[in-house]
């Protein structure tokens, strides 16, 4: 009984997402501490880290996108949404409170 729950729980979640995710493994550096990314939306971005930031907490992050001519470094600043405690470090899930993106 309880997997099924689990499974609806999940799904669920899936449903309440604005955007869809692509998997993308990006070099990411919050406020110091460096992490990575498992995916990311034109909404919001799931990292691993090192550090158990706390859900409602206003971080700023860099990405680094690599390129041809370079890697190329862009800041936003995003609300902590979820932490998950995985091995030694955590799983964060991030709201983007600015784009990564502008319109121009």
């Excluded at 999940?10 to 990314?37: C, I, P, S, W, Y």
């Excluded at 800041?75 to 995985?86: I, K, L, M």
């Amino acid at each position: 009984m309880s997997i099924s729950r689990q499974g609806e729980k999940k799904a669920h979640l899936r449903d309440q997402r604005t955007a869809q995710r692509f998997g993308l493994a990006l070099h990411l550096t919050v406020e110091g501490d460096e992490g990575a990314t498992h995916d990311i939306s034109a909404t919001g971005l799931y990292f691993a880290s090192e550090v158990a930031y706390v859900p409602g907490q206003t971080i700023t992050m860099v990405l680094e996108f690599p390129g041809v001519s370079g890697t190329r470094q862009l800041g936003c600043e995003a609300e902590v949404v979820r932490v998950t405690p995985v091995g030694r470090g955590f799983n964060v899930a991030v709201r983007l409170l600015t784009p990564l993106f502008s319109e121009s």
